[in-house]
C-alpha cells in the first residue's frame, strides 16, 4: 500500500506587518487543497525586497497575527538562517526536514508568481514544490511549460491590502484597523513601528 504524502502549506513573506489578505490566502489554500497546516516564514533578509523593519518584530507580529487559527504554524527557518533569503534555500531545506514525507504547497499572490523568474534558480524553485496561486478568472499566467506545470490557480477572493500601505497608514495617522488581526495592532502601538523617522519603504508582503 502505498503512502499518502501529507500536504503541507508554506507561506513566506516579509510579513511587515502580516495582515488579514495573508490569513485569508493561507485559509483558503488550506482548505481547497486539503493542506495539514499552514507554515508561515517571515523572511529574514529579504534580498529583493530593500528595507524591512527588524526580524524578531515581524516574526513576533506573525505569531500573533497566526495565534488563533491552530492550522497554522509559524516558521525561524529563514530568520535564524544568515545571509540573504532565498526560497530555494527554504524549500530544499523543508524537503530535507520531512524527508520525502510531505508534499509542499508554496502559497502566493498573482504578482509574485510573475516575479518567480527574477529568483535565485527558478527551475529548481518551481521543482521544490507545488505552486498555489490566487488570481481571478482568466489570469494568463505567461507562456512558460515549466509554469503551467507546478503552478496551480486558486479561486479565492482578491483583496486590495498591502503591507506598504498599511506602513503608510500608520506613519500618517490613518484608520488601519482591520486590517490587521488586533494583537497585531496593539503590537504595532506598543512597539511604535511604523511611525515617520523609521517606516520601511520597498518590502510589499
Request: avoid cysteine; proline fraction near 5%; glycine fraction near 8%.
Amino acid at each position: 500500500m502505498v503512502q499518502e504524502h501529507r500536504r503541507i502549506g508554506i507561506l513566506g513573506g516579509t510579513f511587515d506587518p502580516i495582515h488579514v489578505g495573508h490569513l485569508m490566502l493561507a485559509e483558503e489554500a488550506r482548505v481547497q487543497f486539503g493542506l495539514e497546516e499552514v507554515v508561515f516564514i517571515p523572511a529574514g533578509t529579504p534580498w529583493q525586497k530593500g528595507e524591512a523593519t527588524d526580524a524578531e518584530d515581524r516574526y513576533m507580529m506573525t505569531l500573533l497575527g497566526t495565534a488563533d487559527n491552530l492550522n497554522f504554524s509559524v516558521s525561524r527557518i529563514d530568520i535564524d538562517r544568515s545571509g540573504p533569503t532565498y526560497t530555494l534555500d527554504t524549500l530544499q531545506e523543508l524537503n530535507a526536514f520531512y524527508e520525502g514525507s510531505a508534499e509542499l504547497y508554496f502559497i502566493t499572490g498573482a504578482d509574485t508568481i510573475r516575479e518567480v523568474f527574477t529568483w535565485k534558480e527558478p527551475e529548481k524553485v518551481l521543482q521544490a514544490a507545488r505552486f498555489v496561486t490566487a488570481a481571478r478568472p482568466g489570469f494568463d499566467l505567461g507562456d512558460p511549460a515549466l509554469l503551467a506545470e507546478r503552478v496551480t490557480l486558486m479561486n479565492a477572493p482578491v483583496m486590495d491590502i498591502s503591507s506598504t500601505d498599511i506602513r503608510r497608514r500608520i506613519s500618517e495617522g490613518i484608520a488601519f484597523r482591520y486590517l490587521v488581526p488586533e494583537r497585531v495592532a496593539q503590537y504595532i502601538f506598543g512597539r511604535g513601528l511604523y511611525s515617520k523617522e523609521n517606516v520601511p519603504q520597498e518590502s510589499d508582503v
